[in-house]
């Protein structure tokens, strides 16, 4: 069965340092690679997405994911990050051929000023 | 466009009780999710909705729980009788171009 692994659960960074958050996938072929951003009391929202191609994709406030398909994963990462980066992180996959979303556990962002 | 819209955005309810949550998706969308957000078990889709059809409800607990799609700019997910294990976070979500979803601001449930 398809799933979706973020063994991180809780990530703590100083203000300013990078950040790398981890996402790993089980599915036999290349699915649909998503991250999305909850921040507290909302609902989550688009960061970035990967379907094919180039590898290292850009999504909105500074962040990045790689896909690298040799460890299935989609690894998220900004180069400096900010106080209102705080909040829980969403890696999903959606295998090809469905719109069924499958989401991991999430990883909860704190950032100390 | 005002996005998904969830009302109510909270409900109070006591066990036993029916609770009816409703959904307005994007207009243009054609797959609208239901999840369900809980601590223990972080977010569930519960059923979604291709042109209005039910495509996959697995993840429905039980027959407690139902949802319906009667046209494509409403939904709602009823839940009777409501118990307190079903106190969560619901969220309704509907399907843009190229696969992203909009979620809606959430109904924050409490059944006692």
């Known amino acids: 069965a398809q799933s979706v692994t973020q063994p991180d659960i809780h990530i703590t960074v100083s203000e300013g340092a990078s950040l790398e958050l981890r996402c790993n996938y089980s599915y036999g072929a290349t699915p649909y690679l998503f991250w999305y951003v909850q921040s507290p009391g909302q609902g989550l929202q688009l960061l970035l997405k990967?379907?094919?191609?180039?590898?290292l994709v850009q999504g909105i406030k500074g962040f990045e994911a790689e896909f690298k398909r040799s460890q299935s994963s989609f690894n998220l990462r900004k180069p400096s990050v900010h106080w209102s980066d705080a909040a829980e992180y969403f890696c999903?996959?959606?295998?090809?051929?469905?719109?069924?979303?499958?989401f991991g556990t999430g990883t909860r962002l704190k950032v100390l000023a | 466009d005002a996005g998904v819209i969830q009302s109510p955005r909270h409900e109070v309810t006591e066990m036993g009780q029916e609770v009816t949550l409703r959904c307005k998706p994007i207009?243009?969308?054609?797959?609208l999710f239901w999840y369900r957000q809980t601590m223990m078990r972080g977010l569930e889709l519960l059923i979604y909705?291709?042109?209005?059809?039910?495509?996959?409800d697995s993840g429905m607990p039980e027959d407690r729980f139902s949802a319906k799609m009667p046209n494509a700019s409403f939904s709602t997910l009823k839940i009777q009788p409501s118990e307190p294990r079903d106190s969560a976070v619901y969220f309704c979500?509907?399907?843009?171009?190229?696969?992203?979803?909009?979620f809606g601001p959430g109904t924050r449930l409490t059944v006692t």
């Open positions: 207009s243009g969308h054609n797959s």
């Open positions: 999903a996959v959606v295998p090809s051929g469905t719109y069924k979303y499958i």
């Open positions: 909705f291709n042109n209005n059809v039910p495509i996959d």
């Open positions: 979500a509907s399907l843009g171009v190229d696969y992203e979803q909009y």
């Open positions: 990967y379907f094919s191609g180039d590898t």
